[in-house]
T-cell receptor
Framework: KNQVEQSPQSLIILEGKNCTLQ??????????LRWYKQDTGRGPVSLTI?????NTKSNGRYTATLDADTKQSSLHITASQLSDSASYIC???????????FGKGTTLSVSS | NAGVTQTPKFRVLKTGQSMTLLCAQD?????MYWYRQDPGMGLRLIHY???????AKGEVPDGYNVSRLKKQNFLLGLESAAPSQTSVYFC?????????????FGPGTRLTVL
């Protein structure tokens, strides 16, 4: 069964600290992996997308990595800010190109 | 450019009542989607549309109907609401139906069925 598992479920960090969120998947065949940021009460907004051949992609203070062999991805946030408090959702796209499998998300809280 | 908008933002229904959620996009996207988001679960696709006049079932279509009479609008209907349909509903749109294409989401509608 195609699944996307994210860990941790929730995380609290101090402003200015770094953190890493994990995404493991069993989707096969696989074509792309996307990370979304969802602020409370808002819809998800895309942060990055990677193909199976990409290992890393950055978007400002957000850096996503992908290991297609171990079926793992991570989202690293550098020098966290209060505005980073949100839910981060990993989405894996099957090779057919249309099947999206959403993870349950990791809720990040950044405190001052 | 408003992107994707949803109406209403909040709604409370009694069991058995009906309602329609409206989604509008101004990006001239062909593809539109309805998702539901429940606590402890990932977003789940209810129905989608690949163009004006077309609709298709997603992962959890039971209890919902949709219509796409105009390219910019996608309506989600609940004919007889049930408490199990209490959820946050998100509409999204994309230029193509390819999984790598970015889906742009609306702000959501929080629906409570009593």
């Amino acid at each position: 069964k195609n699944q996307v598992e994210q860990s941790p479920q929730s995380l609290i960090i101090l402003e200015g600290k770094n953190c890493t969120l994990q995404c493991n998947y069993t989707v096969s065949p696989f074509s792309n992996l996307r990370w979304y940021k969802q602020d409370t009460g808002r819809g998800p907004v895309s942060l990055t997308i990677m193909t199976f051949s990409e290992n890393t992609k950055s978007n400002g203070r957000y850096t996503a990595t992908l290991d297609a062999d171990t079926k793992q991805s991570s989202l690293h946030i550098t020098a966290s800010q209060l505005s980073d408090s949100a839910s981060y959702i990993c989405v894996v796209i099957g090779q057919a190109g249309t099947a999206l499998i959403f993870g349950k998300g990791t809720t990040l809280s950044v405190s001052s | 450019n408003a992107g994707v908008t949803q109406t209403p933002k909040f709604r409370v229904l009694k069991t058995g009542q009906s309602m329609t959620l409206l989604c509008a996009q101004d990006m001239n996207h062909e593809y539109m989607y309805w998702y539901r988001q429940d606590p402890g679960m990932g977003l789940r696709l209810i129905h989608y549309s690949v163009g004006e006049g077309t609709t298709a079932k997603g992962e959890v279509p039971d209890g919902y109907n949709v219509s796409r009479l105009k390219k910019q609008n996608f309506l989600l209907g609940l004919e007889s609401a049930a408490p199990s349909q209490t959820s946050v509903y998100f509409c999204a749109s994309s230029y193509s139906g390819q999984g790598w294409d970015t889906q742009y989401f609306g702000p959501g509608t929080r629906l409570t069925v009593l």
